[in-house]
């Protein structure tokens, strides 16, 4: 069995406390012989700053660099708000994915069935829903240059910030997208504006070339970015992949995410490029969620986040689908059962803690073995 190297950051606030949710699954599985994960732990955001006044130390990025994989808890905080700019906690994170090359942002929208009530939308339009959407992480208008504001000196001022994307940039995260639905309902849509934007005129061009040249088998649709996210709250279940850029993928994923419930129950992973010797490539796997400093240390939050973002490093660091369908279906019986913490409760039921939490998903993986 081969031995899977995970660097744990859990970080500030709750981070701490869902990360231990995740330890536990990962002792089990270590201690039952269903797996070999080797853990190391660090220090990353406000944490790292009160041992060494950095954001994460360059001891930390080299254990990022070496690991399978990072599982990420969650930075920041009311104690670091005065920091200085360079080492603020959010810093740690936006280091590690620019030095690990993570350029795609993978947002799964799933719905529980014993929480298909709990989503602004109908039960009807929500129930069953499983989509992913696929964001381009690192390029696009959040970093292209020029990016400026002047002053015109009339007492006008001139903001610009600049939209650029690459061919190669499209290409993989197009690659990225198709590969996901090959595994799932074989179905993209591509999203982008490109009846205003160049940027989205080379986005329909690229993602048309690589699906013919190398997924045609997949069925690939465009749609304009702005009535995608009309249909995304009308009819969510008629997608099942979404590619978009870095700026429509920020506001689509979040969308996409509220139609099914809490923050506290939302995974992500952002993968890097695959490495054309060892066939691995870097990925960090984190809850959508922030530090939540309002409930941390009272062992309110809910770990389902995190212990799902755990399953999605299982399913695409380590090839472990299986496992990763039973750590869902452990999730959806433990909500079935009723149980709740508070972000997810009804009115006068009683919470669940994070840890009776975490230990009811354990408890339903193991009699899933
Ligand atoms: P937040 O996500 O931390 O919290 C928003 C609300 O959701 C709070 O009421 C919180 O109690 C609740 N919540 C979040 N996760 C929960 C969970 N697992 N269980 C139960 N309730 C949960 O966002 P907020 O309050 O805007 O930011 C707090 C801090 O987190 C800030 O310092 C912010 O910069 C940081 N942050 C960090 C992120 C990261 O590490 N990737 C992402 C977002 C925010
Ligand atoms: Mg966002």
């Known amino acids: 069995m081969a031995t899977h190297k995970l660097l744990l950051l859990p970080g500030d606030g709750i981070g701490p406390e869902v990360m231990g949710e995740v330890k536990r699954l990962i002792d089990w599985l270590n ?4 797996a070999k994960f080797e853990t190391d732990t660090g220090l990353v955001g406000g944490s790292a700053y009160d041992a060494h006044k950095v954001s994460i130390s360059e001891g930390d990025m080299a254990k990022a660099k070496d690991a399978d994989a990072i599982i990420f808890g969650a930075v920041g905080g009311p104690k670091w708000d005065a920091v200085p700019y360079e080492v603020r906690p959010e810093a740690g994170l936006l280091r590690l994915r620019k030095d690990l090359g993570l350029f795609a942002n993978l947002r799964p929208a799933v719905c ?14 929500v129930e069953g829903l499983d989509i992913v959407i696929v964001r381009e992480l690192t390029g696009g208008v959040y970093f292209g240059e ?4 002047t002053d015109l000196g009339n007492g006008q ?6 939209q650029v994307y690459d061919t190669y940039e499209i290409e993989r995260i197009a690659r990225v997208a198709f590969e996901l639905a090959k595994k799932r309902k074989n179905k993209v849509t591509s999203m982008e504006k490109r009846n205003v934007m160049k940027s989205g005129v080379l986005w329909n061009e690229v993602v048309t070339q690589v699906h013919k040249r190398e997924y045609a088998d997949v069925t690939l649709e465009h749609q304009l970015a702005d009535s995608g996210g009309m249909m995304l709250v009308k009819w969510p279940k008629q997608f099942d992949v979404i590619v978009t850029d870095n700026l429509f993928g920020d506001m689509l994923s979040d969308i996409a995410a509220m139609l099914t419930g809490s923050l506290g129950m939302l995974p992500s992973a952002s993968l890097g490029e695959v490495d054309v010797k060892s066939k691995k490539r870097k990925a960090l796997y984190e809850p959508v969620h922030g530090s939540a400093p309002d409930i941390a240390g009272q062992g309110l939050a809910n770990p ?4 799902s973002s755990f399953g999605m490093a299982l399913r695409y660091s380590f090839d472990m689908g299986d496992l990763a369908d039973k750590v869902d279906a452990a999730i959806a019986a433990v909500l079935a059962s009723g149980l709740r913490t508070a972000d ?3 009115e006068g039921t009683k919470a669940a ?9 354990l408890k339903e993986l193991q009699k899933l073995h």
């Open 146 to 149: 020029p990016k400026t504001i």
């Open 157 to 162: 001022k001139r903001a610009i910030d600049t």
């Open 344 to 346: 997810i409760k009804s």
């Open 112 to 125: 529980y069935p014993a929480l298909a009530d709990a989503s602004s939308l109908k039960r009807e339009a």
């Open 304 to 307: 389902i986040a995190m212990i």
């Open 31 to 34: 201690s039952a012989g269903i």
């Open 353 to 361: 803690s994070t840890t009776q939490m975490g230990e009811a998903i």
